[in-house]
């Protein structure tokens, strides 16, 4: 039985409620109770009707993936010490300074270049407002504000308030302002100062409570990722490059290995994690976690300077780091061929990947990821489809006319990761197939092509899915949205103006 996941900012009381109910059902022969003890608590009692609050507290903790209940409620404390919700702080604070940081800074949740716009409109039109606090200093980046403040006190470089009871390093490391929105605006020379002052350059945030640290290292990748300075300056200050979000903000990126370079050159995948590893412990992923996770995604990307970066750092070829669910429990290499990135299948076959060994040096990409698979031509097949490769389809349907049963049966939704991919030609030669184009992914948002097709605006796509059956009332599990309202989310006016019509 697998370990379960804690909810969004675990509540310590809920989880002494759940061990007393555990308790309860345990003592009256609730079967499922009991299939719950025999699966995590290492020593049951022979009779069960004398299961005690302790040994319900203890199996609940096991469920969750730790290794006792104070380990849980070491956990939590920690979880309700940093979690915070910037995204729901009120519009209209009550004064201009919290107003201006809620506008300011980047939340992850109702993030908007109009609201960017007005904070640069208020420090227009408010000259003092830089200097209205060591955190209006930090976010605007000005610097002869930052240091009449920390002149005065230079404990408040570890501060928290503001509207987001944020340490000023974070709201200058998330920041959307930019040095246009006001005189003066040295977000470097201003973290610089701070840092001097005796900011902790690991300062971060659990936002709503999970267990992915919002660092100020992450912040500088988000907001300011147009220059590495910010986040050179953290790494050199004692940031640590084991950062599980930051990783995450890199993984938008096109394939440039340099921000990752710099994280390898500050101990990617070394050491103990830093200190949010040892805060919390079971629930965040080791280094050597997170950099298997690294090669996975270039796997899925076709990112192939990334992926030839982390086989450089001695990762293993073969690792399925923190085996995220969006990655199905795939290897590194089954996505490389599935996500047809058949520059990364041959980096893989030389690495000596599981199913690619021994063929290293085959000719051709596409001619090597055949050549490495063939004890699996299901996952050929499919990433043959989203090659848009009907030769090697033809020779595989030949040779197995039941694999093309087999590999819809195996990912219905591969249909909805052409779409996303803007591979038209693959999603056509897959409707051809019999691939259900009403199949939504399984991760994250169980969306249809016609969502992926929508969202990037890829009007021939959306003409053609419409055509075979593609139903546009179609809702995705995370936002309950039509195609139509993932095209109005990302501004692509043609494919509006046609789903509007095809609505009407």
């Known amino acids: 039985m697998p370990v379960s996941r804690l909810p969004n900012d675990p ?35 022979g009779d069960l009707t004398e299961f005690s609050r302790a040994d319900a507290q203890l199996v ?16 939590v404390e920690v979880v309700t010490r940093y979690a915070r919700s910037p995204h729901r702080e009120a519009v209209g604070a009550s004064d201009l300074a919290s107003e201006f940081l809620r506008l ?49 006190d230079p404990s408040l470089a570890r501060l928290e308030g503001g509207p987001h009871r944020w ?65 050179r ?32 050159a500050h101990g990617l995948g070394r050491g103990t994690g830093g200190v949010w590893h040892a805060r919390l412990a079971a629930a965040h992923p080791t280094p050597a ?22 086989l450089e750092h001695g990762v293993d070829v073969d690792g399925v780091g923190t085996n995220h669910p969006i990655f199905e429990g795939h290897t590194a290499y089954e996505l490389a061929v599935l996500n047809a990135s058949t520059d990364v299948v041959d980096l893989f076959m030389a690495a000596g990947a599981a199913g ?66 803007d591979r038209l030609d693959a999603v056509i030669l897959m409707a051809d197939l019999g691939f ?5 992914a399984r991760y994250p948002h169980q969306q249809t092509a016609l969502h992926g097709a929508a969202f990037n605006g890829n009007l021939a796509m959306v003409e053609f899915l419409v055509a075979h059956g593609a139903d546009p009332s179609a809702k995705d599990c995370s936002f309950r949205a039509t195609p139509l309202g993932w095209a109005e989310h990302n501004q692509q006016t043609h494919v509006v103006e046609y789903l509007r019509e095809v609505a009407r």
């Open 11 to 45: 509540n310590l009381e809920q989880l002494k409620n759940h061990a007393k109910v555990l308790q309860c059902f345990v003592r009256a022969g609730v079967p499922e109770a009991g299939e719950l003890v025999r699966e995590f608590h290492p020593r049951p009692p």
């Open 60 to 75: 609940i903790a096991r469920n969750y993936g730790f290794a006792s209940w104070a380990k849980l409620r070491q956990y």
């Open 104 to 152: 300011a800074c980047l939340t992850h949740g109702d993030d908007d270049p109009q609201r960017w716009r007005q904070a640069a409109e208020l420090l227009a039109a408010h000259s003092g407002l830089a200097a209205a606090s060591i955190f209006t200093a930090a976010a605007v980046g000005d610097v002869s504000a930052a240091c009449g403040w920390l002149a005065g």
């Open 167 to 231: 340490e000023p390093l974070l709201y200058l490391a998330y920041s959307a302002l930019d040095e246009g929105d006001g005189a003066g605006c040295r977000h470097v020379d201003v973290a610089r100062l701070l840092l001097d002052a005796g900011a902790d350059p690991n300062a971060g945030y659990l936002w709503e409570g999970l267990p992915s640290p919002y660092t100020a290292l992450t912040g500088a990748f988000g907001s300011h990722g147009g220059s590495l300075d910010l986040a």
């Open 233 to 264: 300056l953290l790494l050199e200050r004692g940031a640590d490059a084991n950062d599980s979000q930051a990783l995450y903000e890199l993984s938008g990126a096109h394939d440039d290995p340099g921000p990752l370079e710099l994280l390898f």
């Open 289 to 310: 976690q997170l950099v298997e996770d690294e090669l996975v995604k270039a796997a899925a990307d076709n990112w192939p300077r990334r992926a030839r970066l982390v």
């Open 356 to 421: 690619g060994a021994g063929a290293a040096g085959a000719a051709g990409a596409a001619g090597a990821a055949g050549a490495a698979v063939r004890a699996d031509p299901v996952l050929e097949f499919l990433g043959a489809c989203l090659r848009a490769d009907r030769t090697t389809v033809d020779r595989l349907r030949g040779e197995d006319p039941a694999v093309v049963a087999r590999a819809i049966a195996r990912r219905p939704h591969h249909i909805s990761a052409a779409a996303d991919k």
């Open 436 to 440: 259900d184009v009403n199949a939504a």
